[in-house]
């Protein structure tokens, strides 16, 4: 609670200095710049695909046999 109010109070605290500060303001003229275009039709390159079918990862399927195998250890062993 102590560390809320203390947040609040630095959120709701002021700069001491209390100078103000002009800001200067640059105004920049772009009625001589000339912008010029040209329309391109998009264009779409397609590339074989040329490559090598991935090989199964034989681990995943032994992690997964494992788990079942716990598995079905625990409920045989529950239902002696």
Do not use: G, W
């Amino acid at each position: 609670m102590t560390l809320l109010l203390t947040l609040i109070a630095f959120a709701q605290a002021e700069p001491q200095n209390t100078e103000t500060q002009t800001q200067e303001v640059t105004y920049i003229d772009f009625s001589d710049v000339e912008l010029t275009a040209e329309l391109v039709k998009p264009s779409v390159i397609f590339i074989p695909a040329e490559r090598q079918p991935a090989k199964p990862d034989l681990l995943i399927p032994d992690v997964r046999q494992l788990f079942l195998d716990k598995e079905a250890a625990k409920h045989s062993r529950a239902s002696k």
